[in-house]
């Protein structure tokens, strides 16, 4: 099966994991610690990782068909690319942890009363246990198809909100200077590194000469989206702000046209929802991978069990609450950790690229298929 | 049918649903609805009385719709008291009471009695304001008898009858409040101006009510029956009642109906407590300075025109539109409010009334009368900024907005005053009124 995806699944996929981490618990999170002027971290982290998206972008484009494994293997050996991928693994584990008890955190308080844990993690396995099992052309897919149902009901509830704000909220300017939005940027550091998932799609994109605008293009539109959304926030909930653990679901309630005219929040709701299991299943689908590599040949072939297993496990035995998650996430070590992967693993790809010219100065890229070849070539 | 069968076996989505539905089924079929454990919270009244223990201090009463098979939806609406420490408290009670867990989620409105108020409305509310379970942003009203309006209310069940709900949406847009809702109430709690203004609504007993009248069928009326005589009850400790208890016989005059009473006075909460209350007169003076009101009215006593004599003129101030501007002028805030409107001759009460007075030529607003308008209206302003400043009132919100302008200006400008908790109290207000004639 041809496992490659266009460029426009991946800006949607890209689009999903700007987004969906940021919109519940972590607005409060961050304007708890930077103040007001949380939505300047916000601004600033979301820049600091387009910059890193353009990394990931260059050695696509330069080597279309390299997946990371096979750059890391032939510019710093085995041992250092399993040590990387070991990283990874822990790091996409955690986030799979993450968005699992921020989806149960969200079904619990929004929809339901009271939602059994152990049910909610069979169920969520066992979704995730087919889910992974899957091609990457499915998430690619999955993305295309339900990223204008989600666009349209968040672009929504910020078109309803806006009314209702108070940009003065906005204001002052670093009132206590810039130090705490720097310390807010590196402690809420697990919301961010959007594009670390490009790390499983490097080699598996059908790279076109429009594929780097396609990316970019959604990643803008990702990020526009959700610093919209941190400011619409904030001038709507002034410094009750740090209250608000369901950020987008509270948004809405918060209105009262939402409320009054039949109860448009749900819309929120739902979209919402979608987003949170489509990204988990990502994190999961890049946990999988990771195991994968690592794991003998034998017992890889039965990773996303081995992967259900671990999670459900952890989930289980771990007497996790959000709280107690979010402190970790949230705590020195791990903002160092999700930094090194962040930021480090993109830093690296681009001493491949440098590595590899200096190997091959002469050696010119690849020339680029244009999109109808891409598509003939994917038929084939 | 069996190649569809075979299909399926081989098919993962179908094995991932099947497991999905042998796992939940055994786990929810054996419950009973959601509707039928919760008590549907629409209204909930706070008061607290210190005379009382401190384990029963506060007294909680909610309005909860328990469905009934009636057309009448009004009918199926109950309300129920309970004491207790605290607001988790009271709800124990009132779950152990009616046997339902007690459900937030359509709880649109809370009444807290002027005691809550005057002892800081945060400390009872701060339940609402952490509970998941109230996912609604209610509005906030203050009252002298919160279970009495939950019973008024309750009565209410004819469309010609006049409605908390009416009420509501009538001051929100013609009556000066500011942070009405929870959410926003909670927020002002913590800025820098910290002052919202929240509508007083009251109950009063009204005229004996015959069967019959108005519409209302005698089971209403048997319930107003049995609400006001709850609502007099001493030691209404823990009651509840429902819109068709009993029922009176056809004809018979029944006790006092309770009325909700819009008085149009405005409670002003700073910090979160009650500190004064704004009159009728005060809060319609506000109205005119308010950028959320588009109507106002002004009326000039005692005035002549050349075709009429000491009358009183009212004028409707149509296309209402107010502005603020802040800004500094020597290290001095400034405060400017402008406001333009289309005025309208809407009544004249005179002893005597010429041909003249009636004329569409001669009723014109003239530019004298305009300046008399305009003098009045700067009076006003004169009048309220005068109170607010004498009791440290922020009425505009002006130390959350000039904080917000102008940080390093505010600032400089509170270690220059003698008294950094009034600081409203050196600055400078202007008003700048504009009208136009709407014939």
Redesign the interface.
Known sequence: MNNSISSKQVGTLLFFSIIAIKAVLLPAIIYFYAGTNGYITVIGVLTIDFSLLLCYLAIMKRYPNKTFVNIMEECFGLVISKVLVAMILVYFAIKTILMIMSTYNFLE??LY?EI?WI?YV??TL??L??VV?KSLRVFGRSGQVLFWIVFFAITLVMLITVTNTDF??L??LF?NGAKPLVDTGFKCAVGFGDYTILIFFLGNTAYTKHSTRHIITFALLGITTIANFYIVFLCN?????V?QN?AI?DLT????LA?SVSRLEWIAVFSWLITMVVQMSVYAYCFNQSLIYLLPQKISKHSHLILVIITGLTLIFGNFTLQNIASFVLSQGYSIFACVVQIGIPLLLLLCLLIYRIRKPHSNPPALPTNKQAIEEGQK | MIKVLSKLRQNKIFYTILILILIMFPSAIYKTSEGERTAIVVMVGLDVDDTRPKSEQLELSIMYLAPQSTSDINKSYTVVTALGENVSDCLSSLEAKTGKRAGLSHCALIIISDTVAQNGAMQYLDFFTRTNNLSTNSLLVVSETPKELLQAQQEESNSLSISLQNILDYNQNHQFTLDIDLESFHAQYFDEASTSFLPIINVKSGDAQESGEGGGSSNNESGANSNSSNANSPDASSESTTSDQTTSSSGAKGPAKLEIVNSGEVAVMQRGTMTHKMSQSQVEAMNLFSDQIKKGSITINNYSSHSINNADFVVELTQKSVSYSYFFADSRPVFRVSLNAKCKLSEIAAHYYSIDSISIVDTQITDSFRNVLIDKIAENYTNLINWAKSNNIDLFGLTKQYYRLYSEDWTNYLSTIPDTKNPIDDMLFLIDVKLIDNG
């Open positions: 308080q929004v009363d059994n049910y069979i169920v066992a979704f246990y087919f099992s003065t909220a204001l002052p009132p909930f002034g410094y009750s702000v209250n369901l679901a309630l918060y209105i009262d409320v």
